[in-house]
């Protein structure tokens, strides 16, 4: 067995789940960012008022969806230890395709 194709299997596989956790996050923190230009452009009443709750719903939904993504991270690393594991058994990984 070779273990440089399974290593990079994996690599692979890390490379891959490293840019979706990128991207999702990059998502959510436009979203956020777009909905902030959208109220304040759209309201004329106070704006104060829609800052300070605007700031509050940031906090609450940027702290809930941060924990909930580095919970999703961390299983992925231990399933990429249980891989590594694998390989250091001698077993092979399947085919990525």
């Known amino acids: 067995m070779d273990n440089n194709i ?4 994996i690599q692979l596989l890390k490379d891959w789940f490293q840019a979706w956790f990128n991207i999702a996050g ?3 923190a436009g979203g956020f960012i777009g909905l902030g230009v959208m109220c304040t452009t759209l309201y004329y009443g106070n704006p104060l008022l829609l800052l300070i709750i605007f700031l509050f719903l940031l906090v ?5 969806g941060r924990w909930y993504m580095n919970k999703q991270y961390d299983k992925f ?21």
């Open 60 to 64: 609450v939904f940027g702290l809930f």
């Open 77 to 97: 690393l231990t399933f990429v230890d249980n891989l590594y594991m694998k390989i250091e058994k001698g077993e092979t990984l399947p085919s990525i395709m």
């Open 6 to 9: 399974e290593l990079q299997k």
């Open 26 to 28: 990059s998502i959510i």
